[in-house]
């Protein structure tokens, strides 16, 4: 007797949420072993990492990691692993900081709306420019050099974080900082996010729902933007002759060359537009949310870049199934940073002397459910079987 | 003694020791076709249970070296997440990346469990450290494990195996190679390798460890050391004396060509980037070349059913 492995002769039904839901259960029952273990009460854990799947709190993240997991992904179906999100992003935001805080800095509190729209919009052109020259970059480098891109992009990250960290300590520090390595706040015009006021009802349904609607009103550029690259995405990869050309260079690149297409050109094509997308986020994530950046450069994204390429790798590269991953991701990390600030965990850790370290409880809650998800995606495609 | 001397030893050595074994076990790891991202997170396990280690004859009494100690445990657990990873990613086809980063993720929070009370209980660890010299020693048995190595790929027949496991596992199996087998061996050897150089990071180059170490990203830059000496372990030798070298000389450039810390920390991944560039574009290409099957979702089709 022994299992194998065996491919499905149709995908499973409704494969993707199965696994999703399977993966976090499973994640889930690993991580509560561990509470357990340390002797931390397991119910009110898991019912925090529960509702946290309907918090309002997980929307900006939502919309931030499904921006770009359709930048990875369109890469990625080239075969080209581009970890350098990061470092894309950290380009736009340079530039995107140099246009509204060196060059149309303001301290007035309103301007006309021409300008502010004129300002960022700029400012956005620019960074998706920025993201794009420096995801070609890496690009030029794996396509005419021949050195794996992986290596590449990853330090150009690190490139990327150095340069704006002598930046932020130079020429770009604030005015108005005490001393601190940062910049200058955004000026108030150039904002993206609308400030949203309710009132709480004190019904816990009533309140998720609006709680909801605010998150997507304050953040309703986002959304607009998200909307508007998910059709792209969609176009680019199904309907277009780059699209098409992407995907033969993910599956077959010798096939390209006998179509007469330049592979070199296609791989630097590919870059560019996976680093624009990451940089058109990067300018949304700093006129709408992130308004400075502070000195090191690597804790201002919250590591976005990174996660970014499990959302794009938990989608099986499925266009519809990107959002469905970044908010299960999304969900994962603000659940995990509840989870260890919840009173019976933080008295858990104090009463073993572990206070101070609930970041362990957060990266191991974090990491087994993730875990889980990337390792039951197999049953979507295959399953196990016993044969004698 | 020598002034050079000491520089040597307090400032080159225990760096390149650490870079050198880290890298090296990412090179066996990956010759065997799977992608490590774990590198960073499984370097610091390594760290955590080092210290965890090291404490262990303090307080029960053993009569071992606590260092040592130190330097059995981190390797043991490394192996043991080697074994796991290794082996879900053969069994199963799915994506080596993404397993890769949860992972480490996973072993960030293992690690700081590790680590954690020690730090807290102990403080100081200088206590339980290797010693001074030490570092010279540690450097022999390194070298000697990166040149027995070499010679395990590349003349024996599991080193062939591994070899060929990386560059096709399906002729490889059909060949009669236990594709599984061989990329738990190479699995355990290389990650056992990593959590060996987390350990002497601590006990040997550090001598301090804090929570917030894994933000340092020491893995990614042997993961680019690594690349940079195309997964060769003798070429690694030369590769990871300068990655040790520049990163632990970055306050004396700052100080003699005064330039600002930022552009100092920008020099070892410049140097990367062009050794890399350096390779792509001659000869050397070829024989750097990454495993053709690097990454690359392993599934057997089943014939018998």
Redesign the interface.
């Known amino acids: 007797m022994r299992i194998v492995l065996v491919r499905r002769k149709k995908p499973l039904k409704y494969g993707g949420l199965v696994v999703a839901l399977l993966s976090l259960l499973s994640g889930i029952f690993v991580f509560t072993i561990f509470a357990w273990l340390i002797g931390v009460n397991p119910y009110p854990v898991v019912e925090t990492i529960v509702t946290t799947f309907i918090f309002p709190g997980v929307v900006k993240d939502f919309i931030i990691l499904t921006l770009l997991g359709y930048a990875l992904l369109i890469a990625f179906k080239g075969a080209l692993w581009n970890i350098g999100a990061e470092g894309q992003m950290h380009m736009a935001f340079l530039v995107s900081i140099y246009i509204t805080l060196i060059v149309f800095f303001t301290t007035e509190k309103s301007l006309p709306l021409y300008i502010s729209i004129g300002v960022i919009l700029l400012s956005i052109v620019a960074a998706v420019a920025a993201g794009a020259l420096w995801g070609g970059l890496a690009g030029v480098i794996k396509a005419y050099a021949g050195v794996d891109e992986v290596p590449v992009t990853l330090i150009l990250n690190y490139i990327a974080y150095f340069i704006g960290d002598i930046l932020v300590y130079g020429p770009f520090r604030g005015k108005y900082v005490y001393g601190y390595a940062r910049t200058d706040l955004i000026p108030d015009p150039y904002k993206l996010s609308i400030p949203v006021q309710r009132q709480l009802s004190g019904n816990a349904l009533i309140d998720t729902v609006t709680g909801y609607m605010a998150e997507f009103a304050t953040y309703a550029v986002w959304l607009v933007a998200l909307i508007l690259v998910l059709i792209f995405t969609y176009w680019l990869l199904n309907k277009s002759n780059i699209g098409l050309r992407i995907k033969i260079l993910g599956s077959n690149p010798d096939y390209l060359v006998s179509l007469g297409y330049d592979v070199r050109k296609t791989m630097v094509l590919t870059f560019m537009l996976s680093g624009a997308i990451a940089g058109l986020t990067a300018a949304l994530y700093y006129h709408g949310s992130l308004y400075r950046i502070e000195y090191p450069l690597e804790y201002n994204t919250a590591s976005y870049g990174y996660l970014a390429i499990l959302v794009a790798w938990l989608s099986m590269l499925d266009v519809y199934l990107v959002p469905l991953s970044a908010y299960i991701v999304s969900a994962v990390i603000l659940g995990s940073q509840r989870v260890s600030s919840l009173p019976s965990v933080r008295e858990a850790f104090t009463r073993l002397q572990l206070g101070g370290a609930e970041m362990a409880f957060k990266l191991l809650m974090f990491g087994s459910i993730l875990l889980a998800y990337s390792i039951l995606r197999f049953i979507q495609d295959y399953e196990l079987k016993v044969v004698s | 003694m020598i002034p050079q001397l000491d520089y040597i030893i307090d400032k080159i050595l225990p760096a390149f020791v650490t870079f050198y074994l880290v890298s090296l076990g990412h090179s066996i790891f990956e010759k065997s076709g799977i ?1 490590n991202l774990a590198i960073d997170g499984v370097f610091f396990t390594g760290t955590g249970a080092a210290l965890l280690g090291a404490i262990l004859p303090i307080i029960y009494n053993i009569p071992i070296s606590p260092p040592v100690m130190g330097v059995l445990v981190a390797t043991l657990i490394a192996a043991i997440l080697g074994l796991f990873m290794s082996s ?1 990613l053969t ?5 080596h ?3 890769g ?10 690690g ?2 590790l680590g ?2 020690v730090r ?2 102990y403080g100081t660890i200088y206590g339980v450290s290797f010693a001074r010299e030490d570092v010279l020693y540690l450097s022999i048995i390194s070298l000697v494990i990166g040149v027995v190595l070499h010679l395990f790929i590349e003349r024996t027949k599991i080193g062939a195996a591994i070899r060929a496991v990386g560059e096709n596992p399906h002729s490889a199996a059909a060949l009669g190679v236990r594709v599984m087998a061989i990329r738990i061996v190479a699995g355990m050897l290389g990650f056992a390798l990593i959590g060996f150089g987390g350990a002497l990071f601590i006990l040997s180059w550090q001598r301090s460890w804090d ?1 917030k170490l894994f ?1 340092l ?1 020491y893995g ?1 830059l042997a ?2 050391t690594a ?2 000496a195309g997964r060769h372990p003798i070429v690694l030798i030369p590769v990871s004396l300068l990655f040790g070298g520049l990163v632990n000389s970055q306050t004396d450039l700052q100080s003699r060509l005064g330039i ?1 810390a ?2 100092a ?2 020099i070892p ?2 140097a ?2 062009a050794l ?2 350096i390779y ?2 001659t000869r050397l ?1 070829r024989i750097f070349a ?1 495993p053709s099957s690097l ?1 690359k979702p392993y ?4 014939k ?2």
Do not use: C, H, N
Not at chain 2, 91 to 95: A, K, R
Not at chain 2, 101 to 110: A, I, K, P
């Open positions: 992608l879900v069994f199963l086809p799915i994506s990346g993404a397993v980063l949860s992972l480490q993720f996973f072993s960030y929070g293992v700081i469990m954690y009370y807290l209980a929570v933000t990203g990614w993961f680019a690349l940079a600002p930022d552009v920390k920008l991944f410049l990367a980037l890399m560039l792509s574009t290409r990454s990454g599934y057997k089709e089943e018998s059913i």
